[in-house]
């Protein structure tokens, strides 16, 4: 089965997913079609001369469905905006097939929206200027779109959802296995439950905020930093550059928030070969931001793992709760 959709899904435009009456949107493949053939193959060589007639009618019917098959190009384009939406249902759940749902839904309305910007980037380049007529045209054409993109979704969603059976479904959370409190009598079911206070939970909120607000704004102030001192040493270097001089002190970092505030015009200077092939200005234009690039995957993953440890400190009950104040620290850290 994961055989079959792995060949409809990634090698779409094959003409197999095109015959016996599919279009190529659906995508569906249906083992049995390759079962009958085989077999009807096989029956045929057995055959004798009296189904002669019989086995030329199906041959004629094979040939006809085979030249329905449309050009390579259609099979292409068009089976790019479509997922085997069933099939990933049956195999991997009504969640993931939703996710590709989306993925679907927004490729297919992206085209009409990759019209209009290309229309509007073509009259820019013709005309040479940026601030063109069609813009104010084109902010209300996005708004527009994204208010049809919300709205299909919602028919698309509704009707997968009638499909597969999950109309107003409703997922039963249950208490995570690494949420942990105290035994206490529900008054309701009269049953044992792990209850946890919630000022303990505020108390914690006390540290992780502080500690959230900490690495947020020290995230932003080494980002800032090492553009403001790398703007302010190329400005010193090209100057002295530019006057013949030669600085015993290269680089003269201003470790304080006045480094942000400084202002030091950039001389004209001439891009030359000698300036290309020169070290020190490659490091100061390059250089700096490729390394702070450089440390931002592993900032990340720092700040990914500073996360997960404080969410999993304020001891959340149900997953929606810990994924929900997780997103919050995350986006916050990365945003």
Not at 141 to 152: E, G, K, Q, S
Not at 164 to 192: A, K, L
Request: glycine residues 6%; negative net charge; hydrophobic residues 45%.
């Amino acid at each position: 089965k994961l055989e079959a959709i792995f060949q409809v899904w990634v090698f779409y435009w094959r003409s197999a997913n095109w015959m016996g009456g599919r279009d190529g949107k659906s995508l569906t493949h249906d083992p049995k079609d390759c079962e009958c053939r085989e077999s009807f193959t096989t029956s045929s060589s057995e055959s004798t001369d009296d189904e002669q007639p019989a086995q030329e009618g199906a041959a004629n019917q094979e040939s006809e469905l085979h030249n329905e098959i449309p050009s390579f190009f259609k099979r292409f384009f068009v089976g790019a905006f479509y997922q085997p939406l069933s099939s990933i249902e049956e195999y991997f759940g009504e969640k993931v097939a939703f996710y590709f749902a989306w993925l679907q839904h927004t490729a297919m309305h992206l085209v009409f929206l990759t019209v209009a910007g290309l229309i509007v980037f073509i009259t820019q380049v013709s005309t040479g200027n940026w601030d063109t007529a069609l813009r104010p045209y084109f902010a209300v054409f996005v708004m527009i779109w994204t208010f049809v993109v919300l709205v299909n979704w919602k028919k698309r969603a509704n009707f997968l959802a009638y499909e597969w059976g999950t109309m107003n479904y409703q997922e039963q959370e249950v208490t995570r296995p690494q949420f942990h409190g105290e035994y206490v009598t529900d008054e309701i079911t009269g049953e044992e439950v792990l209850h946890y206070p919630k000022w303990k939970r505020w108390l914690k909120y006390c540290i992780s905020l502080p500690v959230t607000l900490l690495f947020t704004f020290g995230t932003l102030f080494v980002i800032l930093w090492v553009h403001a001192n790398r703007d302010l040493q190329l400005a010193k270097y090209l100057d002295e550059k530019h006057h013949g001089e030669s600085s015993s002190n290269a680089f003269q970092l201003h470790f304080g928030i006045s480094a942000f505030g400084q202002k030091k015009p950039v001389v004209e200077l001439d891009i030359t070969g000698d300036l290309l092939y020169d070290p020190v200005f490659l490091f100061l234009l390059a250089g700096m931001p490729a390394m702070l690039g450089l440390c931002l995957p592993l900032l990340n993953f720092i700040l990914m793992r500073l996360s997960v440890l404080l969410n999993n400190f304020e001891n959340y009950r149900t997953v929606s709760e810990y994924r929900t104040h997780l997103i919050i620290k995350v986006f916050s850290f990365r945003f």
